[in-house]
């Protein structure tokens, strides 16, 4: 692997991890088989996440859009999401990890949300790296339910409009304290962002890997972090 500068090392990286479903049809197995091998990467990636020092990683787990596919793969990545929050939830916290979900979990079951509550809880004070899981999550979402927020703190007296800042605003949104995201990541090959992190990443550097997300391993993390580090970020200043 490439050496990395430990002096640019990124603050939050955002992945969205896709590909699972083509990498199953790769293998002639059902879309499902490609979620469960999914996991295995995500493992890799916040073991090696830790390992170098992020101060955050958001990984984006299941969109707001993601409802409209099957109701067979909705299910069955709802059954492996809880699966998942029981396997993984301890080993997180033992590595000192704190697990929060970003997202509309009311449209969970109450399982679920009760698992989350529990595992948000268990590694809240967790401090050496901040793991968000984005599930049931879209950007435009995420920018409407903290203007909404704002709107009610004006309409109840306890804000001026002229008050709001984009720094008051960003305090409003899901991430809250976390940094910005420096740098996102996209796998399988596909150039967008699906309505991913859209507030937060508006300085980020892209990277979008053609390896499909069950591939990901340490390896094509550092190919990413290698190139976040030799760019020049400017945040819109002049050369």
């Not at 990545?77 to 990890?97: P, S």
């Amino acid at each position: 692997m490439k050496e990395l500068d430990p002096n640019k090392i990124p603050r939050h990286v955002a992945i969205i991890m896709d590909g699972n479903g083509r990498w199953a049809k790769q293998q002639g197995k059902m879309r499902t088989f490609g979620h469960k091998s999914g996991l295995e990467a995500v493992r890799k990636s916040v073991s090696y996440a830790r390992q170098i020092g992020l101060q955050t990683l958001t990984l984006y787990a299941f969109s707001s859009e993601n409802w409209n596919r099957p109701q067979q793969e909705v299910t069955a990545l709802m059954t492996l999401f809880m699966q998942a929050l029981d396997l993984e939830v301890k080993k997180l916290h033992k590595n000192n990890i704190c697990l929060k979900i970003l997202g509309d979990i009311s449209r969970f079951t109450a399982g679920l949300q009760e698992k989350i509550a529990k595992a948000e809880k268990l590694t809240e004070n967790n401090t050496a790296l901040t793991l968000n899981i984005a599930a049931n999550y879209g950007g435009c979402w995420d920018i409407v339910q903290a203007a909404q927020k704002l709107a009610c703190q004006v309409k109840n007296g306890e804000l001026e409009a002229s008050q709001i800042t984009e720094e008051l605003f960003q305090q409003n949104l899901v991430t809250r304290q976390q940094p910005p995201v420096d740098l996102l990541i996209r796998t399988s090959g596909e150039l967008r962002i699906s309505n991913f992190l859209l507030w937060q990443i508006a300085y980020a550097e892209l990277y979008f890997s053609d390896v499909l997300w069950p591939n990901f391993d340490e390896e094509e993390f550092n190919h990413a972090l290698f190139a976040y580090q030799q760019r020049d970020r400017r945040f819109g200043g002049s050369e």
